[in-house]
């Protein structure tokens, strides 16, 4: 920790223990929104299984070819196949012994933790570099929270140590450190992302686990390739602590405390998770709860004394349990028939059934709720696949009010919407407003995905492209 202690503090960095939160990444200077605060290359990673498979050492889908030894890892060419060869030389020989079963059958979870120890015994020999900053021991300073998990997982996680144990044959494995660092890897693990949030692998960042988490957290952590980058989203004081959020944040506070205490085993106290009960009460009732039946009030609804029916807060109308209930079916019903349409990869039959749902929620939920969001998420991927340009333009238009109230202004996803309706625009020949919303994509991801990235330059290039165009129609 002296080490680490050391090669942060020119960073502005410091790490800190309290008794309530244990470790923590405290700023020594003033960080600018944008600003870097810390990068990290990850100790172990490796990419997601997925129907499109990924290059081992860039996480990219082009040109692959699998190693012809194991017949495991891919990779897309011979740049990153060498820099993996270190490692993937040692896990060839282990992966290779498996059989052809066995090997199809190998989640990356088996494999990071296989690479786990490959990576301390090639440090230990000296084959790796042993930094401040990429070492074991920062992996054994992470918390397993072994006490708090439940029987059965704790058996599922022995059972996964020993097939790691299979997997190394080494003589004196100890099973038990190797389930408690499964149980490490599920609460410090990150999911690596494209700069576009899609998920491509996961990773082991020791340093960046120190910082905590909060509902509104003061830095967003991104990817750059395999490498995970922690910007500043708000001035950032000095001696102020750096959070990052470990849930999606667009839910209720109960929902946010379910997930963190079920995944991360610890109650949220953030200033949004302690806005108070009457203002918890409203939250829930407007993302997750049913709208008024006049159609211009936006009024939130809570449950009558009688327990019979559902009050408008704001005009007092009142909506029976039984009309509500009748609504809630139809919708699980149709959900339930979209998903069967989905996975068939029958798009069409699935946007007329998402449609339906949409209009439902309409009439059931407050104009804020999750749900109908999440259902106009869907209508734009499907819309999308569908290449249905306007269709999907317009949905894309309906979420980003929905956006911008359960977001902060400055979130990835805020961005990212503007930029795919900027996109959209465009090519539909709507120059002005793709111009508009490209705009607000630079204003809000220059910050959280900084100004020197491939994809921000492709980005400026596009608004660029769309002004000058704009002009030449001028």
């Not at 081992?56 to 890892?73: I, R, T, Y």
């Amino acid at each position: 920790m002296e080490d680490l202690q050391r090669t942060l503090a020119p960073t502005g960095l410091s790490v800190s223990t309290t008794p309530e939160k244990g470790r923590c990444l405290i700023s020594t200077r003033n960080f600018s929104p944008g600003e870097v605060i810390i990068t990290q290359e990850p100790y172990v990673c490796v990419p997601n299984n997925s129907s499109e498979s990924k290059c081992d050492g860039c996480f990219k889908s082009v040109n692959l070819k699998k190693c012809s030894a194991c017949q495991v890892p891919w990779y897309c060419g011979s740049t990153c196949q060498k820099s993996e060869w270190k490692l993937h030389r040692i896990e060839c020989q282990a992966l290779a012994r498996l059989s052809k079963e066995r090997r199809k059958s190998l989640t990356p979870s088996l494999r990071l933790m296989v690479r786990l120890y490959l990576k301390r015994k090639l440090q230990n020999e000296r084959v790796f570099q042993t930094t401040a900053t990429d070492n074991y021991n920062l992996v054994e300073a992470l918390v397993d929270h072994m006490s708090d998990i439940g029987e059965k997982q704790l058996v599922l996680y022995a059972q996964m140590a020993n097939l790691v144990n299979l997997i190394l044959e080494w003589p004196n494995s100890n099973i038990k450190e190797i389930a408690q660092n499964f149980s490490k890897l599920a609460c410090n693990a990150h999911t690596i992302c494209d700069s576009e949030l899609r998920p491509l692998g996961t990773g082991l960042y020791p340093v960046i686990s120190i910082i905590n988490h909060s509902c509104s957290p003061n830095a967003v952590l991104v990817f750059e390739g395999r490498r995970a980058v922690v910007r500043a989203v708000e001035l950032i004081p000095q001696g102020t602590e750096v959070f990052i959020t470990y849930v999606e944040t667009a839910e209720s506070t109960a929902a946010r405390q379910k997930a963190l205490k079920e995944q991360y085993f610890f109650t949220c106290s953030c200033p949004c998770c302690k806005k108070g009960v009457y203002l918890e009460v409203q939250e829930s009732a407007i993302l997750e709860g049913y709208r008024c039946k006049a159609d211009k009030c936006n009024g939130f609804l809570l449950r009558d004394s009688d327990d019979k029916g559902f009050v408008c807060q704001t005009c007092g109308l009142v909506r029976s349990k039984e009309e509500i209930l009748k609504i809630s079916t139809d919708v699980k019903q149709m959900e339930d028939q979209a998903s069967q349409f989905l996975s068939s990869g029958n798009y069409l039959e699935a946007t007329i059934v998402y449609r339906n749902i949409e209009q439902l929620q309409l009439r059931l939920c407050h104009p804020f709720s999750i749900n109908l969001m999440r259902t106009r998420e869907s209508l734009l991927k499907i819309l999308m696949e569908l290449e249905d340009w306007r269709g999907a333009l317009t949905y894309c238009r309906y979420i980003i009010p929905a956006y911008q109230r359960v977001y902060p202004e400055i979130h990835p996803l805020v961005g990212l919407q503007y930029y795919t309706c900027g996109k959209l625009a465009w090519f539909l020949g709507d120059t002005e407003d793709a111009i508009k919303s490209l705009t607000k994509a630079v204003y809000v991801l220059q910050t959280t995905h900084g100004t020197n990235t491939t994809f921000m330059r492709d980005l400026l290039v596009r608004l660029d492209e769309a002004r000058a165009e704009a002009a030449h129609k001028l």
